[in-house]
């Protein structure tokens, strides 16, 4: 069974960073591409970045609005994914969502249960 | 940027009936459009993919039809389940992938 866990949300001041890890389970991590989105209280989906797996360069990619301040990587031996947030904002706060791209695709069949962070002095 | 517009914002509909959802992208997106139901306090689930392709495990009653830039999602027979919010994606052009602002649907 396919299984994303997000870990590593809370509440951070303004200008602080945090580090969101996905642990992965049920399939063989290092194949596939990895997404993170985030949904803001009462608000839609908003994509925030993602990684290809290492067949495609392990490259990344990232919204305007986290580019130069979120960071994505993996860690495929250990089948964990991560968001790297700096300089964080207060309109940064949400839940985070990890998920799975089946093929480099830029859709995604599976999520995580997400990981909430507030960012408030 | 392509922009993702879904209508109408909320849909009410009465168990046992039809529900048609709309979205449309600002330029041609091809056939490349992903649908998502989002339950409340849940995470998105992958209903259609390709348009018009149903993922693994999502029943039958889910179909989803258009291509370019007009697509629609029909669930045939609501069921007490199906009441959520819904989602477009398109992932033709991107970076950015974009979203639609979703469609509530609601017991009528």
């Known amino acids: 069974e396919v299984q994303l866990v997000e870990s590593g949300g809370g509440l951070v001041q303004p200008g602080r960073s945090l580090r969101l890890s996905c642990t992965a389970s049920g399939f063989t991590f290092g194949d596939y591409a990895m997404s993170w989105f985030r949904q803001a209280p009462g608000k839609g989906l908003e994509w925030v970045g993602f990684?290809?797996?290492?067949?495609?360069?392990?490259?990344?990619e990232y919204a305007a609005s986290v580019k130069g301040r979120f960071t994505i990587s993996r860690d495929d031996s250990k089948s964990i994914a991560y968001l790297q947030m700096n300089s964080l904002k207060t309109e940064d706060t949400a839940v985070y969502y990890c998920?799975?791209?089946?093929?480099?695709?830029?859709?995604?069949?599976?999520w995580g249960q997400g990981t909430l962070v507030t960012v408030s002095s | 940027e392509i922009v993702m517009t879904q209508s109408p914002a909320t849909l009410s509909v009465s168990p046992g009936e039809r529900a048609t959802l709309s979205c449309r992208a600002s330029?041609?997106?091809?056939?490349?459009l992903a649908w998502y139901q989002q339950k409340p306090g849940q995470a998105p689930r992958l209903l259609i993919y390709?348009?018009?392709i149903r993922a693994t495990g999502i029943p039958a009653r889910f179909s989803g039809s258009g291509s370019g830039t007009e697509f629609t999602l029909t669930i045939s027979i609501l069921q007490s389940e199906d009441f959520a919010v819904y989602y477009c994606q398109q992932y033709n052009n991107w970076p950015p992938l974009t979203f639609g602002g979703g469609t509530k649907v609601e017991i009528k």
């Open positions: 390709g348009a018009s």
């Open positions: 330029q041609s997106v091809s056939s490349n």
């Open positions: 990684i290809r797996s290492k067949a495609y360069g392990g490259t990344t």
């Open positions: 998920t799975r791209d089946p093929g480099d695709l830029g859709y995604f069949d599976y």
